[in-house]
């Protein structure tokens, strides 16, 4: 299994498409921060706006997508004359439609969505991603043509708002996801898109085999570099360095098993690279912030409590 793909499993990735926006000029949209275990996304089918993350500022133009792996609160502002206004929302089956107070033709379509992660994995991920990622149309036309497919895709689905329309949005959602993945390259570093083939080569190792014993000159050697140079081109372009990614990577994998499986904590360490049950137990909660066993009893009362 590929590594994007094998990470989007072990987040427990879900999605849904929240809200379809044709917003006029002079308009504001606030959006309000996010759950813990949510990662806020926007597509731009047409038109230009911005959107404010924090100090950041988007120019968004057709095709661009944002991911705010962050959750944090953000705004979306179109221009034109006049004191901005607010919006109006109408539910829908699928999802709600918005547009600006006291009509006027729409200046952009914009989808406005999120995914839920599990609190293991998928907020590891996360939480190892920039607070906002930019995927601007126009990068490389490999990009381009996923999201002008996506963005059709989207906008013919949302058209037509019939049975199985929230579904199909929540799976072309994903693939969305999967995209930006695998493609953000920018001002911050996205470990997930790493470009390098032998950094590529490491990174995906690690992860389909955490408990091997993996070495910096091991992981040197399979990348085919110099120790010095794998150190280097690691760092430039996962943004970790080699023992921080091992951690996280190792991590992740255990709280995969933790949720999925009744193997002993101590069973799950060794699986993981760990041959000391105090030093996993240390890495998972500096990870984490709890211990190993608390972690399993609060994904068997998430569960219980979800199927209530």
């Given at each position: 299994m590929d590594t994007i793909s094998r990470l989007l499993r072990m987040a427990q990735l879900g999605a849904t498409l929240e809200k379809h926006c044709l917003l006029g000029a002079a308009t504001r949209m606030d959006i309000a921060r996010y759950g813990e275990l949510e990662v806020p996304f926007h597509v731009l089918l047409d038109g230009e706006c911005r959107l404010y993350v924090g100090r950041e500022v988007f120019e968004l133009r057709s095709g661009d997508v944002v991911l705010i792996p962050s959750g944090a609160a953000h705004r979306v502002v179109t221009a034109g004359p006049g004191r901005p206004r607010g919006i109006v929302e109408t539910d829908g089956d699928a999802f709600a439609t918005t547009r600006s107070e006291r009509g006027g033709d729409p200046v952009i379509d914009l989808f406005c969505g999120h995914y839920t992660v599990n609190a293991g994995a998928?907020?590891?991920?996360?939480?190892?991603?920039?607070?906002?990622?930019?995927?601007?149309?126009?990068?490389?036309?490999?990009?381009?043509?996923?999201?002008?497919?996506?963005?059709?895709?989207?906008?013919?689905?949302?058209?037509?708002?019939?049975?199985?329309?929230?579904?199909?949005?929540?799976?072309?959602?994903?693939?969305?996801?999967?995209?930006?993945?695998?493609?953000?390259?920018?001002?911050?570093?996205?470990?997930?898109?790493?470009?390098?083939?032998?950094?590529?080569?490491?990174?995906?190792?690690?992860?389909?085999?955490?408990?091997?014993?993996?070495?910096?000159?091991?992981?040197?050697?399979?990348?085919?570099?110099?120790?010095?140079?794998?150190?280097?081109?690691?760092?430039?372009?996962?943004?970790?360095?080699?023992?921080?990614?091992?951690?996280?990577?190792?991590?992740?994998?255990?709280?995969?098993?933790?949720?999925?499986?009744?193997?002993?904590?101590?069973?799950v360490a060794d699986r993981v690279g760990y041959r000391s049950e105090s030093a996993f137990g240390r890495a998972f909660r500096a990870e984490v912030g709890t211990t190993p066993g608390r972690f399993r009893r609060e994904a068997v009362l998430r569960r219980a409590s979800a199927a209530a």
């Open positions: 998928g907020a590891l991920l996360f939480r190892s991603l920039p607070g906002a990622i930019h995927v601007a149309f126009g990068q490389s036309a490999e990009t381009d043509e996923v999201l002008r497919a996506l963005s059709s895709l989207m906008r013919l689905e949302a058209s037509r708002e019939g049975s199985g329309t929230a579904a199909i949005l929540a799976a072309l959602c994903t693939v969305l996801l999967a995209m930006v993945l695998r493609t953000a390259r920018g001002a911050d570093v996205v470990w997930t898109a790493v470009t390098d083939p032998g950094i590529a080569d490491a990174v995906g190792s690690v992860l389909a085999e955490p408990g091997q014993d993996w070495t910096i000159e091991r992981l040197g050697r399979q990348a085919s570099m110099s120790r010095a140079t794998f150190l280097r081109r690691f760092v430039r372009e996962t943004g970790m360095t080699v023992g921080a990614f091992l951690a996280r990577a190792r991590v992740m994998a255990a709280a995969e098993l933790l949720t999925t499986t009744d193997a002993p904590v101590a069973t």
